[in-house]
């Protein structure tokens, strides 16, 4: 079962210019969201995250958005850049979740060009 | 920097065997988890655990699974009887505390034929 959905498998922008990153869920009992990213021969590694009684986050170039009414969130970075390149999860919890599970998307690889 | 370390990189065994995954999670942390991501498909959680027990399971995660820490410093995962939609790659991660924010190992890909 997909609750987390990551429609584009894969992204490619020019370097300096803005990355946005969507992810949708679909299960209303989701209250936490994160952002991972991973590079190849690696693991995951956790990026930037959002509680559902925010709309927004930011962290550097890292911007999460949160639209609980669409159940959508994406993530913007600004100003991309080649060292960006990899793969991004998006992450949700559900309070629930006593054990702390994380539900992941299938992932969108981000290309940044020169 | 403190990472989360596993072992072996690759493992190919046979339909029918006993394999072990092998971790060693950041040294303070407390808490540890299993996930696993099947080629093409999403990373999935297979399980959490904290103070010698388990605190979360996943339906995946059935009798044929099984976690240790059988020393200060190990986390393992046993498939008892590892099948073909076993071969997937095995992510172990930990945190210092129950969080949502967790450090992963580079994981473990399991092959099995």
């Known amino acids: 079962d997909q609750q987390v959905k990551q429609n584009s498998p894969s992204l490619s922008v020019q370097e300096g210019r803005i990355s946005i990153l969507n992810c949708d869920y679909t299960?209303?009992?989701?209250?936490?969201f994160l952002w991972y990213k991973k590079y190849p021969a690696e693991g995951p590694t956790f990026l930037i995250s959002?509680?559902?009684?925010?709309d927004k986050n930011e962290d550097g170039r890292f911007t999460v958005f949160l639209n609980k009414s669409a159940k959508h969130l994406s993530l913007h970075i600004v100003p991309s850049q080649p060292g960006d390149s990899a793969v991004y999860f998006c992450?949700?919890?559900?309070?629930?979740?006593?054990?702390?599970?994380?539900?992941f998307g299938k992932g969108t690889s981000l290309l940044v060009t020169p | 920097e403190p990472e989360v370390t596993q072992t072996p990189s690759h493992q190919v065994t046979q339909m029918g065997q006993e394999v072990i995954l092998r971790c060693v999670p950041i040294?303070?942390?407390?808490?540890f988890y299993w996930y696993r991501q099947i080629l093409g498909q999403k990373v999935e959680f297979l399980v959490s655990?904290?103070?010698?027990?388990?605190?979360?399971k996943s339906e995946i995660f059935d009798d044929q699974f099984s976690v240790e820490r059988p020393d200060g410093s190990n986390f393992t995962l046993k498939i008892r009887s590892t099948k073909l939609e076993d071969s997937a790659m095995y992510f172990c991660?930990?945190?210092?505390?129950?969080?949502?924010?967790?450090?992963f190992g580079p994981g473990t890909r399991l092959t099995v034929t």
């Open positions: 959002i509680s559902s009684i925010k």
């Open positions: 299960n209303s009992m989701f209250d936490y």
């Open positions: 992450a949700a919890s559900a309070p629930l979740n006593s054990g702390y599970a994380l539900n």
């Open positions: 655990f904290y103070n010698n027990e388990i605190s979360e």
């Open positions: 991660a930990s945190t210092l505390s129950g969080s949502y924010e967790q450090y």
């Open positions: 040294s303070n942390h407390l808490y």
